[in-house]
């Protein structure tokens, strides 16, 4: 009767050792081990959810488990964004030259270079979405954290008086650790450089629409990034100057969990509206519509 107190134990098959050497198997006490290529899964950084990387990219690198909005680089938002055909970019050649003499600034650079295929932290162009003609800025943080170096800040600049000079609508998507420390007070200067050519584009009456991607913080969220006339944010990007330690060891105090997030800036007046990464092309669609400036400024 004491049997009827437990449940029956599970059978499980084994398979004898020698059998297994026989076929080529691994030794007793080993388990068989299985190769997966590199790149084929993917794990979410929030939930942990291990799904295909295929599966993935088809969903716009949004996790299936939770929504966590997964980084992109630039040329994966310029083609998830902007019309099939007709992008041009503008300066692609522009490289940093590492004016201070950086001690290992210059190796980093190239190591940077070959890693991601790029030139520098930004792509920008002139392109159209949903048929309106628009000039971007496209960041990517796998390029130094996107940090803001001399070039960076020459490109949006340029970038800016374009779309002043054409009369066209300004884009820019933000993600970056902040200046780039390397270039030091030439890094700096960027700030205010991006600024100035925005507020020339604004008295010509231009329209500015930035947008906010995970993570915006440092030099390029106190200057261009905030600058917008239409100011959006992907679901839970950080946005923010200072990061969480820094400021909880300034103030003494604990934060709210949600601090720096985009929905807890939104809560707080620091954007106008957080669009899912699945609804950015026609939001920014509908906004060009609203904003038409077929004919000028």
């Known amino acids: 009767m004491f049997k009827d107190l437990f449940q029956k134990k599970r059978k499980y098959a084994t398979i004898p050792s020698e059998r297994l050497e026989r076929s080529g198997g691994p030794a007793e006490g080993e388990r068989p081990k ?3 290529p590199e790149g084929l899964m993917s794990k979410c950084a929030k939930c942990g959810t291990i799904q295909y990387s ?11 488990s939770c929504g966590y909005h997964m980084r992109l680089n630039a040329a994966e938002r310029i ?9 041009i970019e503008f300066d692609s050649e522009m490289a940093s030259i590492d004016p201070l003499k950086f001690p290992g600034y210059a190796s980093k650079l190239e190591q940077q270079q070959s890693k991601t295929g790029q ?14 003609p628009v000039i971007v800025a496209v960041m990517n943080f796998e390029f130094f ?47 205010a450089k991006t600024s100035a050519a925005l507020a020339r584009f604004s008295e ?18 106190a200057s261009f990034a905030s600058l917008g006339d239409i100011i959006i944010a992907e679901p839970g990007a950080v946005f923010g100057f200072a990061g969480r330690i820094v400021i909880e060891q300034t103030i003494r105090q604990k934060l709210p969990e949600d601090f720096q ?10 954007l106008d509206m957080v669009v899912h990464r699945k609804e950015m092309r026609s939001t920014l669609t509908k906004l060009l519509e609203l904003h038409d400036v077929k004919g000028g400024f």
Do not use: W
């Not at 030139?119 to 309106?132: D, P, R």
């Not at 000079?165 to 200046?179: H, K, V, Y």
């Open 145 to 191: 954290t996107g940090s803001m170096g001399s070039v960076v800040g020459e490109k949006i600049t340029r970038a800016v008086e374009e779309a002043t000079e054409r009369e066209l609508p300004m884009l820019i998507f933000s993600t970056s650790g902040g200046a780039r420390m390397q270039e030091s007070i030439l890094s700096l200067m960027q700030m």
């Open 79 to 87: 083609a998830m964004t902007l019309d099939p055909e007709g992008f």
């Open 54 to 64: 295929k599966e993935l990219e088809k969903n716009l690198k949004i996790c299936p």
């Open 261 to 270: 997030t985009a929905e807890f800036n939104l809560q707080h007046g620091q």
């Open 34 to 36: 299985r190769e997966i």
């Open 204 to 221: 010509a009456g231009g329209l500015y629409i930035s947008i906010i991607t995970d993570p915006t913080t440092g030099g390029v969220s």
């Open 119 to 132: 030139v520098e932290a930004v792509i920008t162009g002139q392109g159209s979405i949903g048929g309106h």
